[in-house]
């Protein structure tokens, strides 16, 4: 691959910041790095390859002459500046919801649907939700084997899925539970966090259904090409600091055991089976964070089916920052 002209939309925030480490990590061949961001962190300095390089404004004219432009700003502000992006002549991978659902922009887990990648004719190439991102990784290999019909799924959302604000609040909430202080205002979390669940991400849409439940179901539709699959979520944010978990119950066309499942996860991308449960051995935030596979465990006959055998229960984990964000868009620019 050529050296390419890399901008990160958002350069400076918990995401962007993971990206710009990941094209590092990685030996990305970045052959000058653009970091964008709001015009109060313009001209602040960041460290790329052991250079300082300088944050610039994040404005149309600043994408000119970018091969490759990863957004990691909120939906507003995709939709006001990737397209001029992309009319420039750079390729865009997105991490925002505003084009995940457009019929002609492609959806991309690597590990499942690299091959969409090939036709954007947008320019425009959407990065997944993170907890779609960590829960379809392990699932899709599976579904190859047994045909996937349906999905129930539980989140536990780390703070980092709220970027920076969320983790210094719940940073903050922590030290205040320690001291005994005042907790006063919680934003960005609508209640405390800390020493709490909260049983909403996103806001509430049809059903009583929140916009984070409806991702996973909508994105994970486009992503494996199975219109028809059913898939029920409750998606809940808890006091980790990052790294995702859920709890995931598919029902199959086909029988598949656990020890075929454990099998097939052992060899699949992305995935590594931590599952012993004799020694304590399960998936878990602490051991899945700042790390790029999704850890599965806990893998289980689902004792609720009817007939016993074409459905499994299992535990993963993932870190929300690296493979439910900044690293799958990295991954998706290596395909380009």
Same mark, same amino acid.
């Given at each position: ?7 990160? &939309? ?12 990941? $094209? ?45 432009? $990863? ?25 925002? @919801? ?8 492609? &959806?991309? %887990? ?9 036709? @954007? ?71 405390? $966090?800390?020493?709490? &669940? ?26 494996? @090409? $199975? ?36 099998? %097939? ?55 929300? %920052? ?15």
């Amino acid at each position: 691959m050529a050296d390419k002209v890399v901008a990160i &939309l958002g350069a400076t925030g918990v995401v962007g910041t993971q990206m710009r480490q990941c $094209l590092e990590e990685r030996d990305f061949p970045v052959k000058k790095l653009i970091p964008l961001a709001s015009a109060h962190s313009a001209g602040k300095k960041l460290t790329f390859k052991g250079e300082e390089v300088e944050v610039q404004e994040a404005k149309p004219e600043a994408f000119e002459g970018a091969d490759i432009v $990863l957004g990691a700003v909120g939906d507003d502000l995709a939709k006001e500046l990737l397209p001029e992006a992309a009319r420039r002549g750079a390729v865009v991978v997105d991490n925002s @919801h505003a084009f995940r659902l457009d019929p002609d922009v492609p &959806l991309v %887990i690597p590990e499942i649907n690299a091959e969409d990648i090939a036709n @954007h004719p947008r320019n425009i190439i959407a990065n997944p939700n993170c907890a779609t991102i960590i829960g379809l990784v392990p699932t899709y290999p599976l579904h190859k084997v047994a045909g996937l019909k349906r999905m129930i799924v539980s989140t536990y959302q780390a703070a980092s899925g709220a970027g920076m604000p969320g983790l210094r609040e719940l940073q903050r909430e922590m030290g205040v539970l320690a001291n005994g202080g005042e907790m006063g205002d919680t934003a960005p979390f609508a209640y405390q $966090l800390a020493a709490n &669940l909260i049983p909403q991400i996103g806001s509430f849409k049809d059903e009583a259904y929140t916009s984070e439940e409806w991702k996973m179901q909508n994105e994970g539709r486009k992503i494996m @090409h $199975l219109p028809e699959v059913r898939v029920n979520c409750t998606c809940v944010r808890v006091p980790v600091m990052r790294s995702h978990s859920e709890s995931i119950t598919c029902e199959f066309e086909r029988p598949i055991s656990p020890d075929e499942a454990r099998e %097939i996860l052992a060899s699949a991308p992305g995935v590594k089976v931590v599952d012993d449960p004799a020694n304590l051995g399960y998936p878990m935030p602490l051991d899945t964070s700042d790390q790029d596979l999704v850890y599965v465990g806990r893998i289980r006959r689902d004792l609720s089916a009817p007939d016993g055998v074409n459905s499994l229960t299992f535990w993963c984990c993932g870190d929300q %920052i690296r493979k439910g964000a900044a690293t799958n868009a990295v991954q998706i620019a290596e395909l380009l």
